[in-house]
C-alpha cells in the first residue's frame, strides 16, 4: 500500500454537513479498498491566490470564488483506490480542486541504507568529516607547520577559516574584516 496526502479546495460556501458526508463517503471508499485512513484534516476557509472557477454554478449564482475552504486527507491505499477516490472527488459539485501526492514519511527515509539518498544519515557523516578536519587542523596549528600568518596592506590575518555554509569568518586576531565572494580584505 502506498501513503497518499490528497489536498482538496472546496467552495467556501458549501454547508459542513455537505462536506462531512463527502469524507464519509470517501472514507468508506478507501477502508472497503483494503485501505487505511490515518487523518483528516480542516483548515479552514482561506483567501485563494486567484478566483477558482466552479463547474456549476452554486444555490446563490456564484461559479467564481476567491475563498475556500482546504481539507488534507491521509490514507494508505493501492494506486487503484486512490484512482477511485480521485473520480468521486472530481464528480463531487462542492470540490473546486483536488492533488494527490505521495505523502513523505519521515521514518521511510530513516530506514534508508543508501548514504546519498538519507538526508539524516549525510548530516551525521558531514559532520563527522568537518570534526574530523577541525581536529587535524588544531594539530597542525599545535606542531608549527603552518601558522597560517598571512600578510595584507601592513595588516595580519592569523588562521583564517571561511565556512560558506554557516556563512561566517573565524579569525584568531581582532582585525575587522568584511567578506566579498569567499575573499577576505582587511578594514582600512
Not at 479546495?9 to 485512513?37: C, D, R, W, Y
Amino acid at each position: 500500500m502506498v501513503f497518499y496526502e490528497c489536498v482538496m479546495t472546496t467552495k467556501n460556501t458549501a454547508p459542513f454537513q455537505t462536506l462531512t458526508n463527502l469524507m464519509k463517503e470517501v472514507s468508506h471508499k478507501i477502508v472497503e479498498g483494503g485501505g487505511i485512513v490515518r487523518t483528516i484534516q480542516n483548515h479552514g476557509i482561506r483567501t485563494l491566490p486567484h478566483r477558482f472557477k466552479a463547474k456549476y454554478p452554486d444555490k446563490l449564482g456564484n461559479r467564481y470564488f476567491e475563498k475556500g475552504r482546504f481539507v488534507s486527507l491521509y490514507y494508505d491505499a493501492n494506486p487503484h483506490v486512490m484512482r477511485e477516490v480521485e473520480t468521486t472527488l472530481k464528480m463531487n459539485e462542492e470540490v473546486l480542486r483536488n492533488t494527490h501526492l505521495l505523502a513523505r514519511n519521515r521514518l521511510l527515509e530513516v530506514n534508508l541504507v543508501r548514504e546519498d539518498r538519507n538526508r539524516y544519515l549525510r548530516r551525521v557523516m558531514e559532520t563527522e568529516r568537518a570534526e574530523e578536519e577541525a581536529a587535524a587542523a588544531a594539530e597542525k596549528a599545535e606542531s608549527g607547520e603552518d601558522s597560517g600568518s598571512k600578510e595584507h596592506d601592513g595588516a595580519s590575518i592569523t588562521c583564517f577559516r571561511y565556512f560558506p555554509m554557516e556563512g561566517h569568518i573565524s579569525l584568531d586576531a581582532d582585525i575587522p574584516v568584511y567578506c566579498i565572494f569567499g575573499k577576505i580584505k582587511p578594514v582600512a
